[in-house]
């Protein structure tokens, strides 16, 4: 029996970004599924965007006050009619073939949820990609957003992920947390007995932030939620969650080293790997002016994320404070 897809989208004044999802969502090869958005307190009227797809796509739109996106999802997908939740982020362009492959890929890969990769569109700007490849590549994140052979157990993310509908009511869905709370579903499901999977023929392009600036502070927030999942889901704690921190305090040490004792090993090893990453880059993106911004997204990522995860991991294990008051911005107060 094929499976019946409803996709989830929550949004908060993206209406460009939203307007592109939409519109890809249009040419799909299956057009039997249906869209539920759920407009999270934004500042700008979404309906006439919405209004250029009546009669094209089987959209409901529903508006509520601004809770985050993992609640937000919660409330619309408790308004889908169908078998299989597909969440996807606003910002996010599909293949006309998405909805036809998440179907044979669940026919042909027995799972409760499942994800898929995300990359950058030949459309995007050249700084789009950039951050794309940083976050996606080997040298940063060790390809666990792109690459199925990148891990032995998936983590689906919800820019591109799918879940079961039953599945995800015996678990409550995604917790309250603002920032993490994909990664939180994940854990949960895994704990409670359930499966994931890696679909490598459903990958959505992914525009993420325009600017290095509104990169950085996001994926610092990244680095702060990750040692509150840590506490909450201590099974699945990994070493390398700690790899950013380390590249930081090893580039902090590098100087004190080259100051202070005169000498540059540490140094030289930072050397090696930007030279390593912009040759890799060059030749995933076939573009050196990409490349040399994807160096300086790089830095940024590990930089950003290192301090957050240092910073976090600092007033959770030392300090002992509790998680939302630590970070109250990450968690949404009933």
């Known amino acids: 029996m094929n499976p019946t897809i409803s996709i989830v989208v929550a949004i908060f004044n ?12 249009t040419f799909q090869t299956d057009k039997a599924f249906e869209i539920i958005i759920v407009d999270d307190g934004s500042l700008i009227d979404l309906k006439p965007t919405i209004g250029n797809f009546d009669g094209i796509l089987d959209i409901k739109y529903f508006r509520k006050d601004n809770s985050g996106p993992g609640l937000s999802r919660n409330y619309g997908s408790k308004r889908a009619s169908n078998e299989w939740l597909v969440f996807v982020d606003s910002d996010v362009i599909v293949e006309k073939d998405y909805i036809e492959n998440i179907k044979k890929s669940i026919l042909n890969v027995p799972c409760d949820a499942f994800g898929g990769a995300d990359k950058a569109h030949r459309g995007f700007n050249l700084m789009q990609k950039a951050i794309s490849y940083s976050m996606t590549s080997v040298f940063t994140t060790g390809g666990i957003r792109g690459n199925k052979k990148a891990v032995s157990k998936f983590q689906p993310r919800s820019f591109n992920m799918g879940v079961k509908k039953e599945v995800f009511e015996k678990v409550g869905g995604f917790s309250e947390m603002r920032i993490g709370e994909d990664p939180d579903l994940s854990m949960t499901l895994w704990e409670n007995g359930f499966t994931t999977a890696f679909f490598d023929t459903i990958a959505v392009y992914h525009k993420r932030r325009v600017d290095f600036g509104k990169f950085s502070k996001q994926v610092f927030q990244f680095g702060c939620a990750r040692p509150i999942l840590n506490q909450r889901h201590p099974k699945y704690v990994k070493i390398s969650f700690a790899f950013p921190t380390l590249f930081l305090l090893g580039y902090v040490l590098g100087f004190i080293e080259y100051f202070i004792l ?34 300086i997204s790089t830095y940024i990522q590990m ?19 509790k998680p939302e008051n630590a970070f109250p911005k990450h968690f949404h107060r009933f």
Not at 303 to 321: A, D, E, P, T
């Open 14 to 25: 993206r209406r460009d970004e939203l307007f592109e999802l939409l519109n890809s969502l």
């Open 262 to 295: 005169g000498r540059g090993v540490i140094l030289a090893f930072y050397g090696l790997y930007t030279f390593m990453v912009l040759i890799h880059a060059t030749i995933v993106t076939k573009n050196i002016a990409i490349a040399g911004m994807a160096v």
């Open 303 to 321: 930089f950003s994320y290192g301090y957050g995860f240092l910073k976090s991991w600092i007033l959770l294990n030392v300090f002992r404070m």
